[in-house]
């Protein structure tokens, strides 16, 4: 069985900077053959694809957060982060951390609220 838990959300002001973390309760072996993908999902909005970090280490964004987002992983402690900087109203969302292992599947985590205000 895997579990995610996402931390790090919060309120911040435009300009400012958030790092969000995501811990998983899974085994080092699943974790590492893993890609690892962070969504969010604004009100009335459809959950939408931010950042993913694939077991290979490769990275993707989408362009509304390119320059301004990163995405990393530590297989060791089994986390995955997402640094948001240059935060913008219109990142205002509930975040959430994706798992995507071979063979198990696609998990998903609670979500964690982040907050941009103007």
């Known amino acids: 069985q895997v579990h995610l838990l996402e931390s790090g959300g919060g309120l911040v002001q435009a300009g400012g900077s958030l790092r969000l973390s995501c811990a998983c309760a899974a085994s080092a072996s699943i974790f590492k053959i893993s890609n690892m993908r962070w969504y969010r999902q604004a009100p009335e909005k459809q959950r939408e694809l931010v950042a993913t970090?694939?077991?290979?280490?490769?990275?993707d964004y989408a362009d509304s957060v390119k320059g301004r987002f990163t995405i990393s992983r530590d297989n060791a402690k089994k986390t995955v982060a997402l640094q948001m900087n240059s935060l913008e109203p219109e990142d205002t969302a509930v975040y959430y951390c994706?798992?995507?292992?071979?063979?198990?599947?696609?998990?998903w985590g609670q979500g964690t609220q982040v907050t941009v205000s103007s």
């Open positions: 994706n798992l995507q292992a071979p063979i198990l599947g696609e998990y």
């Open positions: 970090i694939t077991s290979g280490g490769l990275t």
